[in-house]
């Protein structure tokens, strides 16, 4: 597993219209599952989930605006699947500080967890191997 936790950003998500006008502090913690033991035996970049570019994909999708943190996290979801094939699970975690509830509180938190879809074979792939 990689893991990114406590990114912090600053940006302009939230249901009511003063959330995207003010904005606010958010926090990000993701964590992907890959089978990494071609990185771990060969040492090389390339063979693994590189935590720099899974920063980047978090700060660009972080960088647009959305009413609900569950749209987020699902975007940051599926950027992480197409940029990294080898994903097969990701948990991402967006914490909201100072929500606007009318009371005290220090921080809302929505969690995300998705495994990859499993490719559907189609009577014609299944025809193509026999």
Not at 46 to 52: L, P, R, W
Not at 72 to 83: D, K, T, V
Request: glycine fraction near 4%.
């Amino acid at each position: 597993m990689v893991s990114l936790e406590g990114l912090e950003f600053f940006a302009y998500h939230g249901y009511y219209d003063e959330e995207q006008k003010v904005g606010n502090k958010y926090s990000v913690d993701v964590t992907v599952r890959a089978d990494l033991k071609a990185a771990a035996v060969e040492d090389e970049l390339s063979q693994t989930v590189n935590y720099e570019a899974l920063y980047k994909i978090v700060r660009e999708n972080m960088q647009v605006r959305a009413r609900l943190l569950e749209h987020i996290g699902y975007e940051i979801i599926q950027s992480i699947f197409q940029e990294f094939l080898q994903v097969q699970w990701v948990e991402v975690s967006i914490s909201k500080f100072n929500p606007p509830i009318g009371g005290v509180c220090k921080e809302a938190r929505v969690t995300l967890t998705e495994e990859r879809p499993i490719p559907q074979r189609t009577p014609d792939d299944r025809d193509a191997k026999t």
